[in-house]
């Protein structure tokens, strides 16, 4: 487009600037600055850490299949994927996403790197995020069994509660983090009586009853209080549940738990008293995009702060099995169905050494509103999902 500026007072007219010089300018800006600018300073560089996990791989399926209309070429984003000790997920990655991993078409970076850090070296976290400068962190990363933090809480807070790598993080950095519902305590009213008559809001009192929550809770606090409450967005999320994923991952969701034990008919007992806002992985994918800009800032328009993460029902494990049952095994009788789903109350159980708060089913409507998603019914997704 081409500008042409005139005064005009009465009879006279002044041009300001003579035509040819103008299109000499405009050649000159669109041969150069202007594809710097969309190639290279509009890209968005994003660093997901636990990218090998479970909702990882399900991120990095989300921006990089070319399937996907939502693909990494339409995004915008240069993502680098941090990952532990899985020794399949550098090269699963460099088979699954073959065009993706090569930095010819990107003159600022690869559209995906892989590379393998300890997040409990201090000193290479902190080296590593000032190098890569990233504009937003995805920290996916987690000592997840809950069981395993009860035993050895000092490294669940170290792993659960890096300060380092926030602090590593330069201060216009967008930090995202992946926090739980088991920040709740499950007994809203202090007297044993469950289920909760309303479902947790964000205003709620935390107060975890394990050593994972309180973990979580207390990395929350920490980047709320140091970091600029505008860039720092804390995803309370429920059990993610979804199809497998498609690289090689240690542990997949509940979801595939329970299809396993009724392809083999494996009972297993599933709690009747213990309820959750499963919420589904895709769904997930889609809310963390909300929050990550593609304009090549730090900045977002959207909302930041706490969000519950959860799915539209309040459901229990039991309830759930039996659902998977009858939808992805509906030549089964509901007699079989129920010789691999048993219902048992865990309040019948001997009390075990690890607290698991019987009611954290949350309102995720705060985040539905500010994202403009609304989450999936799990009977829906669950279909989405059958492997059989």
């Known amino acids: 487009m081409m500008y042409m500026y005139m005064y005009e007072y009465g009879t006279c007219v002044m041009y300001l600037y003579e035509i040819s010089y103008v299109i000499t300018i405009w050649n000159n800006f669109s041969a150069g600055y202007h594809c710097q600018s969309m190639t290279d300073q509009t890209r968005t560089k994003v660093i997901i850490t636990g990218a090998s996990g479970y909702l990882g791989q399900h991120l990095l399926q989300f921006w990089l299949s070319e399937e996907d209309e939502k693909s990494q070429y339409s995004t915008g984003l240069d993502i680098v994927a941090l990952y532990g000790t899985l020794p399949s997920f550098a090269e699963d990655c460099r088979k699954a996403y073959p065009s993706k991993c090569q930095s010819s078409s990107v003159p600022r970076n690869e559209l995906l790197k892989v ?228 219902a048992v109350a865990k309040s019948s159980l001997p009390v075990g050494k690890v607290k698991s708060p019987p009611d954290i089913s949350m309102c995720s409507s705060k985040l539905q509103d500010t994202t403009k998603i609304e989450s999936t019914d799990f009977k829906i997704f669950i279909g989405d999902c059958n492997e059989t």
């Not at 809480?153 to 992946?178: G, H, R």
């Not at 007994?187 to 394990?210: C, H, T, W």
């Not at 199809?243 to 969701?253: A, F, G, H």
């Open 115 to 342: 590379v393998s850090l300890d997040l409990l070296d201090e000193g290479a976290v902190s080296k590593f995020f000032a190098e890569e400068n990233p504009d937003v962190v995805v920290h996916l990363a987690a000592m997840s069994s809950i069981g395993v933090c009860e035993e050895d809480p000092e490294k669940a807070m170290k792993v659960n509660c890096p300060t380092y790598l926030s602090d590593a993080l330069s201060s216009n950095v967008k930090l995202i983090f992946l926090s739980t519902d088991q920040v709740y305590d499950g007994d809203m009213s202090g007297s044993g009586n469950i289920p909760n008559q309303r479902l947790y809001f964000e205003s709620d009192l935390a107060k975890p009853v394990n050593a994972y929550g309180r973990t979580k809770l207390e990395f929350e606090n920490y980047i709320l209080k140091n970091r600029s409450e505008s860039l720092t967005v804390c995803l309370r999320s429920s059990l993610i549940l979804g199809p497998r994923t498609n690289l090689r991952c240690r542990k997949q969701s509940f979801l595939q738990f329970v299809l396993d034990r009724l392809e083999n008919s494996n009972p297993c007992n599933f709690f009747t008293d213990e309820w959750r806002s499963m919420v589904y992985v895709k769904d997930v994918c889609n809310f963390i995009d909300c929050f990550v800009d593609k304009s090549g800032s730090s900045s977002d328009s959207l909302a930041s702060g706490v969000f519950n993460m959860g799915g539209p029902r309040r459901v229990s494990r039991f309830d759930f099995a039996s659902a998977i049952g009858k939808s992805c095994f509906p030549d089964r009788s509901d007699e079989d169905i129920a010789k691999v789903v048993k």
